[in-house]
């Protein structure tokens, strides 16, 4: 594995292709939209300022990794050269499934191609193109830099000697790869997507307030954010198309999304990314501040 093409430059895109960079791989990042890929370069040299900061990394290391990027509007440009492609973009199945017969179509025809999807079935993907034994899974959690996990998901045809491949791809990165089957939500959001929704639900039957709900959670479980803060982290609108995965998937009403999730999607408050979830958050500042909507 030398060379890594990451399709999409969001939030995912970026910490995935920031730490392929940090370890030495060669790595494009690939979207339609040139400004998203300037952005996500910021945000790269952003992220690497943190850690040279606080003494986690070198000055060098961080003049290597941006040296080890590169960018391209073009996929097939992007994978021509690719040992591995993650796919990381909008979490949407017909977006998906159109970018993997693109990728089937440009990368070298032994290359892997992965997909960071957070809940859509990897079989489903592997099965539009030619190479269904070598599309995977490979779900990095956000902020990609910090997070240790990889879930490695194999779909119902990917070759062992493939999951091989990303586990030991995974440790080279740091990470510590966990293996799981296809089905809908894997497992890290099959669990993590069912408490978020049972916050939601006591929030609006009125259990508690946003505030106790999410300090309940922090200082009785341990967990580093509470349920709702981890929603609007993780965006709203995310949260919901997964819960419906679940849903659909299953068939099985516990995993009917709140209706007071569908509503502020509907109302476009998404959570971090557009300013107001359950909480309101304003650029700069660290403080949380619970939205008006939810203030008893
Ligand atoms: N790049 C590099 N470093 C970063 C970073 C980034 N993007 N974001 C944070 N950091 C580093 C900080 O520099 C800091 O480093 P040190 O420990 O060396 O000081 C460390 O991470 C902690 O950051 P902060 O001090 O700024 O803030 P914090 O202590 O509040 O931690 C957090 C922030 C790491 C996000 C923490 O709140 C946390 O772990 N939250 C839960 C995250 C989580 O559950 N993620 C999974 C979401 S689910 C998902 O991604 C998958 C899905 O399918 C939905």
């Avoid at 606080?54 to 097939?76: F, M, P, Q, R, Y």
């Avoid at 586990?167 to 408490?195: E, H, W």
């Amino acid at each position: 594995m030398k060379h890594i093409t990451v399709i999409g430059a969001g939030t995912m895109g970026n910490g995935i292709a920031h730490v392929f960079a940090q370890n030495g791989f060669a790595t494009t990042i690939v979207d339609i939209s040139d400004t998203a890929l300037d952005k996500a370069l910021a945000t790269i040299a952003k992220n690497l300022d943190r850690q040279v900061a606080k003494g986690s990394i070198t000055e060098e290391v961080k003049a290597a990794t941006l040296n080890n990027l590169t960018k391209s509007t073009s996929i097939a440009d992007g994978v021509k050269n690719a040992d591995l492609v993650v796919e990381a973009a909008t979490e949407n199945t017909e977006l998906k499934l159109k970018i993997f017969q693109e990728l089937d179509a440009h990368a070298p025809a032994e290359a892997i191609l992965a997909s960071n999807t957070s809940s859509i079935s990897i079989t489903k993907i592997a099965a539009v193109t030619k190479r269904p034994d070598k599309v995977i899974g490979m779900h990095f959690m956000n902020p990609v830099p910090v997070m240790k996990l990889v879930e490695v998901i194999n779909g119902y045809a990917t070759a062992a000697s493939v999951t091989e491949t990303i586990i030991t791809l995974s440790k080279q990165l740091g990470k510590v790869p966990c293996v799981a089957n296809d089905y809908p939500g894997f497992v890290a959001n099959r669990i993590l997507m069912p408490m978020i929704n049972e916050a939601i639900i006591s929030l609006h039957e009125g259990v508690a307030g946003v505030e106790e709900i999410d300090t309940i959670m922090k200082l009785g479980m341990a967990h580093p954010m509470g349920p709702l803060q981890l929603a609007d982290f993780i965006g709203l609108d995310v949260c919901l198309s997964i819960l419906q995965v679940l849903y659909d998937g299953f068939g099985n009403p516990k995993y009917a999304p709140c209706p007071l999730l569908v509503n502020m999607v509907t109302a476009g408050k998404k959570g971090v990314k557009t300013d107001e979830g359950f909480y309101v958050y304003t650029a700069g500042s660290k403080e949380l501040v619970v939205s008006p909507s939810f203030k008893k």
